[in-house]
């Protein structure tokens, strides 16, 4: 007779989680945060509204936003059950490293005023959970003290429209340490976020009776923030725009720093290649042929991305792009992603359809501004452990099984 005793588990396996979502350890107002979303909800509180609006706010009438999200729901899973996943891992390998998840923190601006030492924050704790984090261009904090603090930090940098600059800025970052370099390309102008405007944000950030108000009734924001940074730093800088310090956050040459862009082309990023001894990443990329392009050049990655749908509104999304992105070039770069991602299973569909490492910026940047440190990590646990979960149920014990087989089309 069978015997009706289930076969134990082989000696090797891991030691299954004690249980999703544990809370056990975090401060009180992180306790009911069960979710990326939660944190955008508990952040919109958190921050003065203009903070928040930048941070959350898109181009013109958030079509591409929107898109973002909903391209996810044209693709269900095909799981597959009864298989053995109590193997599961989610590692990856990317340029030499093996990263722990296939997730990273993509590079939102002027982050420390929204959480204190924002940038520092985000890199020492996606080093810290050995996951790529990408410091901003329009960071506060200077390169060199992040690179100090977190090595595995990547480097995000918009070109100067003085091209004249585009040399001594590639070279101090080089001198800082970074081994990885981010172009951005997709912003040959500003963007018509009038969401900005009717929020009370503005470049430069300009005092006045609202954002005062906002910080009074916000207390936590305004003394472990704003009145923080202020009396142990002084008066936010962009620090890394240029090879040389850039405009304080208040001054109005800030935005003038950042326009002419538009004669830039993909000679300059020929030049940049050539001077540039690292792992080369162009960011922004939405069709084929510059994908080819970039490839061509010799990229190392690029980054399928409509920068949150906060440039062209209308442009179409990041994961609808990715299978042909990835099927044209796919051999011969890495082809990552960012925009829209909210869960494990956001991050499981792309890696199926051809992504090496995906991207989250608001998500990340609400969790530093609402609970610091400890709030990155969290926000990285409850991902991390939706990717693990999903695996498991999908039937996968890497994300090598993760493909396009898992996948469906799922009618609209």
């Known amino acids: 007779m069978a015997s009706s005793q289930a076969p134990s588990a082989p000696a090797s396996a891991p030691k299954a989680q004690a249980a999703y979502g544990q809370r056990a350890g975090l401060p009180r107002h992180l306790q009911n945060i069960l979710s990326l979303q939660d944190f955008e909800a508990a952040a919109r509180k958190h921050l003065p509204r203009p903070l928040y609006g930048y941070v959350s706010g898109a181009a013109e009438d958030c079509v591409s936003l929107q898109a973002n999200r909903d391209s996810f729901k044209q693709y269900g899973f095909s799981s ?17 490293q093996t990263w722990d998840s296939p997730f990273g923190v993509a590079p939102v601006g002027i ?72 172009i951005t390309v997709d912003i040959p102008v500003w ?45 936010p800088h962009f ?11 208040l001054s109005g040459t800030a935005i003038r720093d950042t326009t002419g862009r538009d004669h830039l082309n993909w000679k300059h990023i020929e030049r940049i290649r050539q001077r540039w001894q690292g792992n080369l990443i162009i960011k922004g990329i939405l069709n084929e042929d510059d994908a080819a392009m970039a490839a061509d050049i010799g990229a190392q990655g690029i980054v399928v991305s409509n920068h949150g749908g ?11 792009m990715l299978p042909q992105v990835v099927d044209r070039v796919g051999h ?33 940047m609400y969790a530093a ?20 979960r999903n695996m498991a149920m999908l039937g996968a014990n890497s994300m090598a099984e993760i493909t396009r087989d898992c996948l469906r089309s799922t009618p609209r």
Do not use: C
């Open 310 to 320: 906060r440039q062209l509104d209308g442009v179409v999304a990041p994961l609808q």
């Open 332 to 364: 011969r770069t890495a082809v990552m992603m960012d925009s829209g991602i909210r869960r494990g299973s956001d991050v499981l569909k792309a890696v199926a359809l051809g992504a090496r490492m995906v991207f989250l910026g608001r998500p990340f």
């Open 80 to 96: 597959k059950v009864m298989v053995d996943v109590s193997q599961r891992n989610q590692k990856v390998e990317l340029f030499g």
């Open 191 to 235: 963007a018509n976020r009038e969401n900005n405007v009717r929020t009370g944000f503005s470049m430069p950030l300009r005092p006045s009776l609202r954002l005062a108000y906002d910080g009074i009734i916000r207390p936590r924001w305004m003394l472990g923030t704003m009145l923080r940074t202020l009396i142990n730093h002084g008066m």
């Open 111 to 182: 982050s420390a005023i929204s959480a204190y030492r924002g940038d520092l924050v985000l890199a020492q704790t996606a080093a810290a959970n050995r996951i790529p984090a990408i410091m901003s261009g329009t960071s506060l904090i200077p390169m060199e003290e992040v690179a100090k603090a977190a090595p595995s930090t990547w480097f995000q940098a918009y070109l100067p429209g003085d091209t004249t600059r585009i040399d001594g800025l590639i070279e101090r970052i080089a001198a800082a340490g970074f081994g990885t370099l981010v």
């Open 369 to 388: 501004a609402v609970g610091g440190a400890q709030g990155v990590d969290h926000a990285i646990t409850l991902l991390r452990d939706e990717v693990d």
């Open 239 to 249: 620090e890394n725009s240029f090879a040389t310090r850039g405009a304080p956050l």
